[in-house]
């Protein structure tokens, strides 16, 4: 299979993904549009249609919630090269997707290159409710649903009682409207978008995968979007 690679990594993304860490974005930034798009979404549609229940997950209870995304992302859309009717969304690379209200997370995976996990505070923690996600890095949508955000992060040894506290500090504090974004940089054997598990080659890693990663909350029902753009290169 032939990769799915952009042409080059935005200025933002090239440098330390430690620094400047976690910032605010525009409040329409949460979803962009890049060179790879029309190959990544003729992926995203093939694993939905082939895997649904490895890629999407949209209970009942997480509908709601879920339309209010799709709201939010059809205000963008137009100005990111969509064309909008009452029922259709015309992608650029000329696909015509209907806007299907009952499943809006499905719709969404075949519009945006965006995964867009959604999260609801449950007690002390922001709970995973629902998802649409096409392009995991070395984890699998069965094993992280409905549990809050530090079990989510129990494989990830760097991801101590501390680092738990700011996210979820980070979790809390994000408001309507001032979303926040970073991004973080990885070196991979392989290149392949859906890698539930990371696939190794000894020492070579050619490819830099890097996901600029965005945090918003939605005004009406209160839950807190996870979205995650991936980005993949050749060195």
């Known amino acids: 299979m032939t990769p799915i690679l952009q042409n080059a990594l935005p200025d933002a993304q090239a440098g330390d993904p430690r620094l400047p860490g976690t910032q605010p974005c525009d409040p329409d930034g949460w979803l962009c549009v890049d060179d790879a798009y029309a190959a ?3 992926l995203r549609t093939q694993l939905i249609g082939a895997q649904p229940d490895a890629v999407l997950y949209e209970p009942e209870n997480t509908r709601d919630a879920g339309r209010e995304v799709l709201d939010e992302a059809l ?61 995991p890095a070395n984890w699998r949508l069965a094993e992280k649903i409905n549990r809050p955000l530090t079990t989510i992060h129990d494989p990830v040894g760097e991801y101590d009682a501390n680092i738990a506290r700011r996210v979820q500090r980070l979790f809390d504090g994000v408001r309507v409207g001032k979303p926040l974004w970073r991004f973080n940089k990885l070196y991979y054997s392989d290149a392949d978008l859906h890698q539930p598990y990371k696939k190794t080659d000894g020492n070579v890693m050619p490819y830099i995968r890097t996901e600029r990663q965005c945090i918003l909350r939605m005004p009406r029902t209160d839950t807190v979007i996870f979205t995650i753009h991936t980005f993949v290169i050749e060195e």
């Open 40 to 42: 990544q979404l003729a």
């Open 75 to 135: 205000k963008i859309l137009p100005n990111l090269g969509f064309n909008l009717s009452d029922d259709t969304v015309t992608c650029p690379d000329g696909r015509r997707v209907h806007i299907d209200r009952d499943a809006p997370l499905h719709t969404l995976g075949h519009v945006v290159q965006e995964d867009i996990c959604i999260l609801q505070k449950q007690g002390e923690e922001h709970v995973l409710i629902g998802a649409v996600l096409c392009f």
